[in-house]
């Protein structure tokens, strides 16, 4: 299956992504800022299953023309999706 995982990067989105691969998933997955945080998240995924594919994007949820354009790469990328988990969000106090 073809998972698309919003806000990857770091915390429970990582750990969705590794399990994802590690299950033999292809997985794309977002990030807003860490550019660094996400190929870490990348190149553990790589650890995990070397045969599945895993992409970060980057992407700003608030922006509707950033979306557009995340969602025609990850089509061009990976041709469809079957499983999309929405965790990117942020709290501030």
Known sequence: M??????GSRGIGAEVVAQAVAAGH????????????????VEHA???NQ????????????????VDAF???VLNDFSSV??????????RN
């Open 26 to 41: 292809d997985v794309a997955f977002t990030f807003n800022e860490n550019e660094a945080a996400a190929q870490r998240v």
């Open 2 to 7: 073809i998972f698309v995982i919003t806000g």
């Open 82 to 91: 079957d499983v999309v988990v929405s965790n990117a969000g942020i709290n």
């Open 51 to 66: 045969e599945s594919k895993c992409i970060a994007y980057r992407l700003d949820v608030r922006s509707s023309a950033s």
């Open 46 to 48: 790589r650890t995990l």
């Open 71 to 73: 969602s025609v790469k």
